[in-house]
């Protein structure tokens, strides 16, 4: 059942509270690998979904020209200006917050959770840290065809993905071959991850 997703959930968000408090303010003004964002605004976006009400958003999104994108971007930016210590203390204190996204759902919670550590991680030079029962759970979800916003199912389609260090595989094709977390990455656009994958489908990866 997806109910079963919420204690993973919580999971990431506490340990991603432990991420945010460990970091220097140089390191929170670091670029991320999420677009113009940075370390200390990739953790405003994750916050941003368990504070008040989702009606908070309906300015924002008027303001942006009803383009959901931006005015997720500008609420992440203004959730960002507070202290980092009051962003872990939200991560933490609302941990098993029910927030559900629409269409993803909860698997989409998740894999948005790990993939934007990662986006914190890989640019400061930090070990991935992902627990492998999670990350599996994710790399099904963004290989079977439900990760909306996540992947293009025409990017993915026709190739086998390969996660060296999981025994995970999913799909049947010229073979992309990584770590699980170069995988999570690639699968969701982050180019980077590109040069630490093999096999003859990773050509074809990089041109979609």
């Known amino acids: 059942m997806e109910t079963e997703l919420l ?28 677009g ?23 300015p924002l999104l008027v303001g942006a020209g009803f383009r959901p994108h931006l ?7 203004q959730v960002a ?4 210590a009051e962003l872990a203390a939200a991560l933490r204190e609302h941990a098993g917050h029910r927030f559900r996204p629409p269409v993803v759902g909860w698997h ?18 930090l070990p991935a840290d992902l627990d492998p029962q999670r990350l599996r759970v994710s790399l099904d979800f963004l290989t079977g065809g439900r990760a909306i916003g996540f992947v293009d199912r025409r990017r993915v389609a026709g190739l086998r993905f390969e996660a060296t260090d999981l025994g995970w595989s999913a799909g ?6 990584g770590t699980g977390e170069a995988l999570l990455l690639a699968l969701s656009r982050r180019r980077v991850a590109l ?14």
Do not use: K
């Open 81 to 84: 200006r507070r202290p980092p």
């Open 172 to 177: 049947d094709g010229p073979v992309v071959r």
């Open 108 to 125: 989409g919670t998740l894999t948005d959770l790990q993939v934007h550590a990662q986006d914190i991680r890989r640019p400061l030079g």
């Open 36 to 58: 113009a964002w940075t370390v200390r605004e990739v953790a405003g976006h994750l916050v941003s979904p368990l504070l008040g009400s989702p009606w908070r958003l309906l």
């Open 7 to 34: 204690p993973m959930i919580a999971a990431e968000r506490r340990r991603t509270a432990d991420l945010i408090d460990s970091l220097t303010p140089a390191q929170l003004d670091t670029p991320s690998l999420c």
């Open 195 to 208: 040069a630490d994958l093999t096999g003859d489908g990773v050509a074809r990866l990089a041109d979609r």
């Open 71 to 77: 005015a997720n971007a500008r609420l992440a930016r």
